[in-house]
């Protein structure tokens, strides 16, 4: 049975007319750029290729590739030195006071809200303890909010894009992140990995998609056929739990990262895996989340958690429990709740490819992301994190508020690979997530995919919505190729 509200609606992907221009042999896509605002390629060419004519021609042999939607899709084209060279120098430029001045105003609108409700709202002045309860509950809404736009500051403290101290840039995400109960330097560091690996099957650090087969494992099924249609009901369910608990079971046991810490450099990851018990934290200096030499990094977020813990803890004992509850712990979840939205949103939609090994490079893997439009609370309150997030995997150091600019920028460049769907705004964006949950289950290569084009992989799912799963002979058989 399939889903009407899915069905009847393809979101319309803004997709520009790519400028014709030569590849230049000085740069390669198969590499991160270095975390630096400075425009300096690389020193090899896309796969060693020297014209547009053999790059089409090592495409043209990847077979036919069909997103869930059933569009045919293609792989990026372009260099990672002509993004760079398209954006404007002043784009790249950061300024501490600005940075500054967000983290004061964010700062200034919780205290604010804090300050007016709590002198305001009480029992004289509203009697209904409905009514009370009710503006309460918008305060928790509005604090989130807030919260959220902080965390996203020190996201940008995170990537040096906050100005151009790394101390300072360390000292406000510390200290911010902490008071969000976040480990700052340990979250930077794997987010680091993320931007470097981004749509990497094997390598990306969030919302990592589950292959067919591990889809399969996961139900403790015999075979695929025994699939049977996820029950809206059963989806909803889902939802709700990811945005619940998705942040702290990442932040404790990796859920949604990668699974392959057998690989880790320095034999860290022997034995670990993803899940309670396993051994892989955000917390642990031993996790093969990190290196050796990130220990002190690890216990200085530690430290950071220590802190903002025990300020709560003389909070709770001094104005008691209920009340930090309301205060703090409300809103911290609807903090939590937007960050996994958001992060799940970016990487989640029916249009995205994921990567095996052979077929990924950085450029593929950047814009295998999406922008998303949530209107004057996106734009405004979260700083645009939502709306320009492709030019953020291309360069991560350019600050928030000339990110429109240079999205705008590299849009002729990426042509029909630069992806956005901003149709209904905020009320687009939430209805992207029950999209996302009921056609997202797994992924697996496209059955016309032939040579590196089975290292695409796209999104199917078990509710008859877009394009079917491969037959299961069709599968083995690409397996076996």
Not at 278 to 285: M, N, Q, R
Not at 290 to 311: M, R
Not at 315 to 329: D, H, I, K, P
Request: proline share 5%; glycine share 8%.
């Amino acid at each position: 049975m399939s889903d009407p509200d899915v069905t009847a609606r393809k979101p319309q992907l803004e997709r520009n007319s790519t400028r014709d221009s030569a590849v230049s042999s000085s740069t390669s896509v198969n590499s991160s750029p270095g975390e630096t605002p400075l425009q300096s390629p690389s020193s090899t060419s896309l796969s060693s290729l020297d014209s547009n004519d053999e790059i089409r021609s090592k495409l043209a042999g990847m077979g036919k590739l069909l997103d869930t939607y059933g569009n045919e899709f293609e792989i990026p084209d372009f260099t990672i030195k002509q993004i760079r060279d398209a954006i404007p120098p002043h784009c790249f430029k950061r300024s501490a006071i600005k940075g500054l001045y967000y983290v004061a105003r964010d700062i200034a609108s919780l205290a604010t809200v804090f300050y007016l409700t709590h002198a305001y709202l009480t029992p004289e002045n509203v009697p209904s303890k409905l009514a009370r309860g009710a503006l309460w509950g918008l305060y928790s809404f509005v604090q989130g909010l807030f919260a959220t736009g902080l965390w996203v500051l020190a996201h940008e403290c995170g990537h040096q894009s906050f100005s151009p101290s790394k101390i300072l840039n360390d000292t406000v995400g510390w200290i911010c992140h902490s008071a969000l109960l976040v480990p700052y330097f340990s979250w930077k560091i794997s987010h680091g990995k993320h931007h470097k690996a981004t749509g990497h099957i094997e390598r990306d650090m969030v919302f990592v998609p589950k292959t067919r087969d591990e889809y399969v494992t996961r139900y403790k099924l015999h075979d695929f056929a025994e699939l049977v249609e996820e029950t809206p009901i059963a989806s909803m369910i889902h939802m709700v739990g990811q945005q619940l608990l998705g942040w702290p079971l990442y932040l404790f046991f990796n859920v949604t990262g990668h699974n392959c810490h057998e690989r880790q450099s320095e034999g860290r990851g022997k034995g670990k895996h993803n899940g309670i018990g396993g051994g892989v934290s955000h917390f642990d200096p031993s996790s093969p989340l990190y290196e050796s030499k990130d220990a002190h990094l690890i216990l200085l977020s530690d430290l950071g958690l220590a802190i903002a813990g025990g300020t709560l803890y003389y909070l709770g004992s001094t104005f008691g429990w209920a009340n930090l509850a309301v205060w703090y712990f409300l809103p911290y979840l609807w903090v939590n709740h937007w960050l996994v939205a958001i992060t799940y949103l970016q990487h989640t939609d029916p249009s995205l490819p994921h990567y095996e090994s052979q077929a990924w490079n950085f450029a593929r893997g950047a814009a295998a992301t999406i922008d998303r439009e949530f209107g004057f609370i996106g734009r405004q309150l979260l700083h645009g994190i939502i709306e320009t997030h492709v030019l953020h995997h291309y360069v991560s150091t350019i600050p928030f508020y000339n990110a429109d600019e240079a999205t705008e920028a590299i849009k002729p460049i990426m042509g029909k690979h630069y992806r956005s769907d901003t149709k209904g705004g905020s009320i687009g964006f939430l209805k992207s997530m029950w999209r996302s949950t009921r056609m997202c289950h797994w992924v697996e290569p496209s059955e016309g995919a032939e040579g590196e084009g089975k290292g695409v992989l796209f999104f199917r799912n078990r509710n008859g919505l877009g394009v079917p799963p491969q037959k299961m002979e069709v599968a083995k058989m690409q397996a076996k190729a």
